[in-house]
């Protein structure tokens, strides 16, 4: 399985992705920003980092890149897509995802390890974990507070698409909320780094088991 990670000027998770799609024992493959080419990957990942110098709002440049013309056709159509962390403010830019991520209520960059709920397996991210199983995550961001209307955090949490949630609420986020899907449950974007625990040598390598999902989800044989 090809598992694409797309690489934006001012990233800085890239690599720790591709070394983690890696661990899966999936095939990882760098997608560049300026390429409007997928490369024939199976699913995507766009990865933390500070795109863009996370001008104008964390996410809102990249998001006119010319590879998310293809991501978007891909993600509308069905395609296995993550975002994390700048990701996430990636895919909510473009409104693959709904809501924004605010500045975290502290006012203050938030660098830490905190605990996960895993809430819902069924998307191509979550699908390794048990409901109710708890991940302990890093997390490290400056505008991780997950804000939407009051009527999409209704919808979120009716249909089942707030699929990570903090047990510690790092940033303010409304809910609780670490991590969303959309309505077809391929798009998941989350705050939290799961690619950041993906060895024993960084103290754990329990954030595999999100990266491991998409194997499950694609019938791929699990390393
Ligand atoms: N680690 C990251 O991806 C940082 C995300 C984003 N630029 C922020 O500070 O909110």
Known sequence: MKIGVVIFPGANCDADALYAVERIGAEPVELWHAEPDLKGVDAVILPGGFSYGDYLRP???ARFSKVMRPLEEFARGGGPTLGVCNGFQ?????????????????????CRTVPVRVEHPDTPWSGACVPGEILHLPVAHNEGNYFAAEETIAQLED?????????????????????????????????????????????????????????????????
Do not use: W
């Open 159 to 223: 249909e089942g698409r707030v699929i990570f949630r903090y047990l510690e609420n790092p940033n303010g986020s409304r809910n609780d909320i670490a991590g969303i899907c959309n309505a077809e449950r391929n798009v998941v974007g989350m705050m939290p780094h799961p690619e950041r625990v993906s060895d024993p040598l960084l103290g754990s390598e329990e954030g595999l088991k999100v990266l491991r999902s998409v194997l499950e989800f694609a019938g791929a044989k699990v390393h």
């Open 59 to 61: 996410g809102a440049i």
């Open 90 to 110: 990636v895919l909510t830019e473009a409104r693959l995802l709904p809501g924004a991520l605010l500045q975290n209520m502290s006012l203050r960059f938030v």
